[in-house]
């Protein structure tokens, strides 16, 4: 039987473009490793793929984030200012009279 020597077999890597502007690549491996690789033309890795034959999927941005409800977006600005929930509501309940 024929020895194989490992280091003449290619890596098996997946390809998908990790920007809309296709300036860097998502390498990943066989193990889910994960590599970003620059389309830069003096970059090993990236001329690999080049040479390779290999496609990049399509870049698939991510979801838009769900809106902030209300109270997330009261939560936040109180938090700008230093206060909880608890501090502003406690401030707004102290009540005050004209002597």
Do not use: C, H
């Amino acid at each position: 039987m024929p020895k194989t020597n490992t280091a003449d077999i290619a890596p098996a890597f997946t390809y998908e473009w990790a920007n809309a502007e296709q300036t860097t690549l998502k390498r990943t491996d066989a193990d889910g490793d994960v590599a970003w690789v620059p389309t830069d033309p003096g970059n090993s890795d990236y001329a690999e793929f080049l040479s390779s034959g290999a496609t990049a999927a399509a870049y698939v941005a991510p979801p838009e984030p769900e809106p902030l409800t209300t109270a997330e977006k009261v939560d936040n600005m109180l938090a700008t200012f230093g206060l909880t929930r608890a501090e502003m509501q406690a401030a707004l309940a102290v009540k005050t009279t004209k002597a």
